[in-house]
């Protein structure tokens, strides 16, 4: 299974120092289990020039690319996607600059690549990362784990 980490979960999941460190622990437990089928998706522009502020997680990720937990989506995959949708919202007379919806490239990054679970701790895009016209069927709608009572979807089969 891959698990998109929303970039402002970033911290939360991997700071041992943040106060709610513990709800996404689980998260980081299952990545770095070489047991576990959980891997990390990435890519795109946008989503990576955000990670990049995240220079104190970078031996993280790498020793995550090491034991081969790290699942990258081209960038041009991913932007293009990215594009259609900041078009579509366009259309739908939405502004890019609400944070209702300003995770296009999160949205773009789960539907390039299927991945079933997205880690965030944005609950308001939540509505706009499912919204059903996104997706080419409803069964590509991915889940949200927003705090450690969402562990279960970490090892659920219905999830990979």
């Known amino acids: 299974m891959t698990v998109i980490i929303d970039t402002n979960a970033v911290s939360i999941t991997f700071d041992s120092k943040n106060t709610r460190h513990s709800e996404f622990k689980p998260v980081v437990d299952h990545l770095l289990d070489r047991g576990s089928r959980v891997k990390l998706v990435y890519g795109g522009t946008k989503y ?39 078009q579509l919202n366009l259309k739908k007379g939405r502004s890019l600059a609400d944070d209702r919806y300003n995770d296009g490239h999160i949205l773009a990054l789960a539907i390039t690549s299927r991945s079933k679970l997205i880690v965030t701790s944005d609950r308001r895009s939540i509505d706009f990362l499912k919204e059903r016209c996104f997706y080419e069927h409803v069964s590509h709608i991915p889940s949200f784990y927003t705090s450690d009572r969402n562990e279960d979807m970490l090892s659920n089969p219905a999830y990979f």
């Open 48 to 86: 990576l020039q955000e990670v990049n502020n995240f220079r104190k997680f970078i031996t993280l990720f790498a020793e995550l690319n090491r034991i081969r937990k790290l699942v990258k989506i081209p960038c041009n995959v991913v932007d293009a996607k990215h594009a259609e949708i900041d």
